[in-house]
């Protein structure tokens, strides 16, 4: 069963810092593409960052740029995302998710993913 499972995610002032974590399981991250997703209060799922296997292209959405960094250790099937400064806007569920055959791009800004993780809240308020 292919499953992803996050951790990391709580209460944070504007300004803070967290650190996501998703491990997988059921299968190696090796030959997939890893991304992390945010889904604000009443809004749709948005793609935040992808990252590809290989090299490692990134795409990140522009209101995180500079903020937020994803990174991938396959060894441990588990994908990162370290996000300092953050904001109110930031505030959601994140969810990650992997994908195949596809583009770090395509997969965050069309959402075309295969495993989805169940999500964890992280709140930004002061």
């Known amino acids: 069963q292919l499953r992803l499972v996050e951790s990391g995610g709580g209460v944070v002032q504007p300004g803070g810092s967290l650190t996501l974590a998703c491990e997988a399981s059921?299968?190696?991250?090796?030959?997939?593409?890893l991304g992390w997703f945010q889904q604000a209060p009443g809004q749709d799922r948005e793609g935040i960052s992808c990252?590809?296997?290989?090299?490692?292209?990134?795409y990140y959405r522009g209101s995180v740029k500079g903020r937020f960094t994803i990174s991938r250790e396959d060894a441990k099937n588990t994908v990162y995302l370290e996000m300092k400064n953050l904001k109110p806007d930031d505030t959601g569920v994140y969810y990650c998710?992997?994908?195949?055959?596809?583009?770090?791009?395509?997969?965050?800004?069309?959402?075309?993913?295969?495993?989805w993780g169940q999500g964890t809240q992280v709140t930004v308020s002061s």
């Open positions: 990252i590809s296997g290989g090299v490692g292209h990134k």
């Open positions: 998710a992997a994908g195949q055959f596809e583009t770090v791009e395509s997969m965050c800004v069309y959402l075309r993913t295969k495993v």
């Open positions: 059921g299968f190696s991250t090796t030959n997939y593409l």
